[in-house]
């Protein structure tokens, strides 16, 4: 299942003043989406662990002009007790127009040890379903 939010850009977030989004600001959005994602599946881990991107990959496709706005689709794409990937397509919130695609393979990290967490199967499950509700 997919997970959509959007996000406001501002003149502010362009790349030396060309009137296009930088492409670090998509990848730190992609960060809030995942976050809004993780609040919407109701994902809860404790208060010491945070999911981190260990490995991140991007296609660009076309500049996001500031103005428009950015809609982000979230899809879990693999999931396993040692970690998920997910896959975050950028598209212009004004026209509608791919912009990116993101690929992120997380891992939980305990910020006390500095090892990883393994993911129960109820998370995994929340992971999966995006937060649908399952049909009985």
């Known amino acids: 299942m997919t997970f959509e939010t959007r996000f406001p850009t501002r003149h502010t977030d362009t790349y ?3 009137g296009f989004v930088h492409a670090g600001v998509l990848l730190a959005l992609t960060e809030l989406a995942y976050a809004a994602f993780e609040a919407h599946c109701g994902i809860g881990k ?37 970690g998920f990937s997910q896959e975050f397509t950028c598209f212009s919130d004004a026209s509608g127009v791919r912009i990116a695609t993101f690929q992120h393979d997380w891992v939980w990290l305990d910020l006390q040890t500095g090892r990883p967490v393994a993911l129960t199967e109820v998370v995994q499950e929340q992971y999966r379903s995006g937060g649908a509700e399952e049909e009985s």
């Open 16 to 18: 030396a003043s060309s």
């Open 46 to 82: 404790p208060e010491t662990t945070l999911a981190v991107p260990r490995e991140t990959r991007v296609s660009y496709h076309r500049p996001l002009p500031w103005r428009e706005g950015v809609r982000m689709v979230v899809e879990t794409t693999a999931v396993g007790a040692h």
